[in-house]
């Protein structure tokens, strides 16, 4: 392997290297704002989820 | 050149009355209805002009749909030129009739705003705790609409509409979903689905709109004059609170109905039995399942719905000049991309995805299943609309779901009528001479002058009665009686 294509590869491992971190990041940060939202959402959620669900019928319509 | 697409939306909402299971319904939506506090004029909601049993297809049906006569009297017209009132056991908000799609989502969504003051202050006037819901199903089995209106030319032969649309109603489904857990009305059992409405749909075409619902309904009344108009009244749609998706919805179809028109759908990419597909749309979420073809062969929804974007495209750049069609085309475009290589990236734009993401989030942290209480209770509350409450609102406040419109945009929406359509001349009505409205219809409002008669002005053409014919007109009247005489009667 010549140095020109051994730094390409390098070149080539790094910015995946690059990606992958990036990926993982964003996947994280994704999973944080959930668990946020999730926690958020728990302080208004029906306190009696089963009666609510029960409780919970229409008549039809259109 | 096809007609203009002048188009709206109804929704019927879920309703429930807190601490007291054995409410009457009818009378909760009553007093919802009710209880609106904004500029509107309760009235007379004229019937004589309504026909909801003449069908498309060429012939009526007697004793079809006589309004009842409880839910008659609870009528209103709203300054924004929508109608209020009590349909099936639900309050139900018709959006005016507006001039291209995304005005269409704007006045959509004015009616959440609309039975969020209506549920709060009929909470307050009775002491009850009244919560209203946009969704479609109570997942028991009882379905409740949100349905579509598309101006048609009456020269469009229905037999074109049954044979284009139907292909894309049962597709478009991947995107127009509202997400719903488990299946009802005896459909395969299946965790979670991408729409509310699918299980329902009996019949390929028919009048029903509450039983053996149709995909294509054929309900023939134009609202309009009935020599030059249908309307195509959608019933296959749920209700969506992603401001996104309702542009998306309404938009594709416009756009579907106005090519059908012009003859630029090559092909009706016919289903081999679109009922069945219908469902199996619905609870496909890997977005490959194979819907047998007419013809032979097989294709899924995502495939069927490229080839409509193929098409359509090429039919808007060549005809349709408001960059609004483009708008729609890039959102469309963006939303199967990732319906085909990541669904769940549509978290911030489609409601069925947004509330998946919410529950799998909750089955994961607490490790629940599908069947568990907590998990229906968080679908449910999805569609809350109060704003505290509602979980859509939660995301949307969070910045997770992408807007179209500000708060305030929404809030003038509900007093301000759309200036483009008819839908002007009745808003700016009920604003300027509220005491003298005394009936409305969708094509024309009955006036009480203080004469011996009452004065009917009919609003036969959908475009007519806009801001540029009556803005100044109403301007200068300072009471409906000159202004009756200035249109001359």
Not at chain 2, 38 to 45: E, I, S, T, Y
Not at chain 2, 79 to 103: C, F, I, M, Q
Not at chain 2, 331 to 357: C, G, Q, S
């Given at each position: 392997?010549s140095?020109?294509?051994r730094?390409?590869s390098?070149?080539?491992e790094e910015?995946?290297s690059?990606?992958e971190?990036?990926?993982?990041?964003e996947?994280e940060a994704?999973?944080?704002?959930l668990d946020?939202?999730l926690?958020?959402?728990?302080?208004?959620?029906?306190e009696?989820a089963?009666e609510?669900?029960k409780?919970y019928?229409?008549?039809?319509?259109e | 050149m096809?007609l203009?697409k002048?188009l709206?939306?109804e929704t019927?909402y879920?309703?429930v009355?807190r601490?007291d299971p054995?409410?009457n319904?009818?009378v909760?939506?009553t007093?919802?209805?009710?209880?609106?506090p904004g500029?509107r004029?309760?009235l007379?909601?004229s019937?004589?002009e309504e026909?909801?049993?003449r069908?498309?297809?060429g012939?009526?049906?007697d004793g079809?749909?006589?309004?009842?006569p409880?839910?008659?009297?609870?009528?209103s017209?709203l300054?924004?030129?929508?109608?209020?009132y009590v349909d099936h056991?639900?309050?139900?908000?018709?959006?005016?009739?507006?001039?291209?799609?995304?005005?269409?989502?704007?006045?959509?969504?004015?009616?959440?705003?609309?039975m969020?003051k209506?549920?709060?202050t009929a909470?307050?006037?009775?002491?009850?705790h009244?919560?209203?819901?946009?969704?479609?199903?109570?997942g028991?089995?009882?379905s409740?609409g949100?349905h579509?209106n598309y101006?048609?030319?009456r020269e469009t032969?229905?037999?074109?509409?049954i044979?284009?649309a139907?292909?894309?109603?049962v597709?478009?489904?991947i995107f127009?979903g509202a997400?719903?857990i488990?299946?009802e009305?005896?459909?395969p059992?299946v965790?979670?689905?991408?729409t509310?409405?699918?299980?329902f749909f009996?019949?390929?075409?028919?009048l029903?709109t509450?039983?053996?619902?149709p995909?294509?309904n054929?309900?023939d009344?134009p609202?309009?004059?009935p020599?030059?108009?249908?309307?195509f009244?959608?019933?296959i749609?749920?209700?969506?609170?992603?401001?996104?998706q309702?542009?998306l919805?309404?938009?594709t179809?416009a756009?579907m109905?106005?090519?059908?028109?012009d003859g630029a759908l090559?092909d009706?990419l016919?289903?081999?039995?679109p009922?069945e597909?219908?469902w199996?749309?619905?609870?496909?979420l890997t977005?490959k399942h194979?819907?047998?073809l007419?013809?032979?062969g097989t294709?899924?929804?995502?495939e069927?719905?490229w080839?409509?974007?193929?098409?359509?495209?090429?039919?808007?750049e060549?005809?349709?000049?408001d960059?609004?069609w483009?708008d729609l085309?890039?959102?469309?475009?963006r939303?199967?991309?990732?319906?085909e290589?990541?669904p769940?990236?549509?978290?911030d734009?489609?409601?069925?995805?947004?509330?998946?993401?919410l529950?799998?989030g909750y089955?994961?942290r607490?490790?629940?299943?599908?069947t568990d209480?907590?998990?229906?209770?968080?679908?449910?509350?999805?569609?809350?609309v109060?704003a505290?409450k509602?979980?859509y609102?939660?995301?949307?406040?969070?910045?997770?779901?992408?807007?179209?419109f500000?708060?305030?945009?929404?809030?003038?929406?509900?007093?301000?009528?759309?200036?483009?359509?008819?839908?002007?001349?009745r808003?700016?009505c009920v604003?300027?001479?509220?005491?003298?409205?005394v009936a409305a219809?969708w094509?024309?409002?009955v006036?009480?002058?203080?004469?011996?008669?009452l004065?009917r002005?009919?609003m036969m053409?959908?475009?007519k009665?806009?801001?540029a014919?009556v803005?100044?007109?109403i301007?200068?009247?300072?009471?409906?009686a000159t202004?009756i005489?200035?249109?001359?009667?």
């Amino acid at each position: 392997m010549s140095d020109r294509e051994r730094a390409q590869s390098r070149k080539r491992e790094e910015s995946e290297s690059t990606e992958e971190t990036e990926a993982r990041t964003e996947s994280e940060a994704d999973l944080e704002a959930l668990d946020d939202l999730l926690d958020e959402i728990d302080e208004v959620l029906e306190e009696n989820a089963e009666e609510f669900v029960k409780n919970y019928v229409q008549k039809g319509g259109e | 050149m096809a007609l203009h697409k002048v188009l709206g939306t109804e929704t019927e909402y879920g309703i429930v009355v807190r601490g007291d299971p054995a409410y009457n319904p009818a009378v909760a939506s009553t007093l919802v209805v009710n209880s609106y506090p904004g500029a509107r004029v309760k009235l007379q909601w004229s019937f004589e002009e309504e026909s909801p049993g003449r069908d498309a297809r060429g012939y009526s049906h007697d004793g079809y749909g006589s309004p009842d006569p409880e839910s008659a009297v609870v009528n209103s017209v709203l300054a924004n030129g929508a109608r209020l009132y009590v349909d099936h056991a639900h309050p139900e908000y018709s959006a005016p009739e507006t001039y291209e799609p995304l005005e269409a989502a704007l006045y959509d969504k004015a009616g959440e705003w609309v039975m969020r003051k209506a549920a709060a202050t009929a909470s307050e006037v009775s002491g009850r705790h009244v919560s209203l819901y946009k969704n479609n199903s109570d997942g028991k089995g009882n379905s409740y609409g949100a349905h579509e209106n598309y101006l048609l030319s009456r020269e469009t032969p229905f037999g074109d509409v049954i044979r284009f649309a139907t292909t894309f109603m049962v597709t478009r489904q991947i995107f127009t979903g509202a997400g719903k857990i488990g299946r009802e009305n005896d459909r395969p059992e299946v965790d979670y689905q991408i729409t509310q409405r699918a299980d329902f749909f009996e019949e390929e075409v028919g009048l029903e709109t509450t039983l053996k619902r149709p995909i294509i309904n054929t309900r023939d009344e134009p609202h309009g004059d009935p020599s030059q108009y249908r309307r195509f009244h959608v019933i296959i749609g749920d209700a969506n609170l992603s401001e996104v998706q309702i542009f998306l919805k309404v938009g594709t179809t416009a756009l579907m109905l106005a090519a059908l028109e012009d003859g630029a759908l090559p092909d009706p990419l016919d289903l081999f039995d679109p009922v069945e597909s219908c469902w199996q749309v619905s609870h496909d979420l890997t977005m490959k399942h194979p819907l047998d073809l007419d013809g032979g062969g097989t294709a899924t929804a995502l495939e069927l719905q490229w080839r409509y974007h193929e098409w359509l495209a090429k039919y808007a750049e060549r005809e349709l000049d408001d960059p609004v069609w483009k708008d729609l085309l890039d959102e469309w475009e963006r939303t199967l991309n990732l319906l085909e290589t990541d669904p769940m990236k549509l978290a911030d734009t489609l409601d069925w995805v947004a509330k998946k993401r919410l529950l799998d989030g909750y089955r994961e942290r607490d490790g629940l299943a599908w069947t568990d209480s907590k998990l229906r209770a968080l679908a449910l509350q999805y569609h809350d609309v109060d704003a505290e409450k509602g979980l859509y609102y939660r995301l949307a406040n969070r910045g997770a779901i992408r807007r179209l419109f500000t708060d305030e945009e929404i809030e003038r929406a509900t007093v301000e009528p759309p200036t483009r359509t008819r839908a002007y001349f009745r808003g700016r009505c009920v604003t300027e001479y509220p005491g003298s409205l005394v009936a409305a219809n969708w094509d024309s409002l009955v006036f009480d002058v203080g004469e011996a008669t009452l004065k009917r002005v009919p609003m036969m053409e959908p475009l007519k009665g806009d801001a540029a014919r009556v803005g100044r007109l109403i301007d200068e009247s300072e009471d409906a009686a000159t202004l009756i005489e200035r249109l001359g009667g």
